[in-house]
């Protein structure tokens, strides 16, 4: 049985990775993009799952690590289950 404190570690974790790979991404767009891209997806469908849906949506909006002429983040791409 996981405790709820836990499942709140669990996120912390998952959200500071996806940090992680958004400042790799930022720092070398064609080596780290897509895994960032998977990871942030994988941080929304938890969210989505936990019932954040708030959270699911705007979380890497208007990123400003990936947003080179300041609009890329806003039309950031959700990542879908294949």
Known sequence: ???GGCR???LDARIEAVGVYREMAARD???YE???REKLGALR???ERRGMR???VTHGL???ALDEEGDRGETAPF???E
């Open 79 to 81: 990542v879908r289950d």
């Open 8 to 10: 709140s570690e669990a």
């Open 45 to 47: 469908r938890e969210y």
């Open 34 to 36: 897509a895994t960032y």
């Open 29 to 31: 767009p064609g080596l």
């Open 62 to 64: 208007g990123d400003p």
């Open 1 to 3: 049985m996981i405790r």
């Open 54 to 56: 708030y959270e699911a």
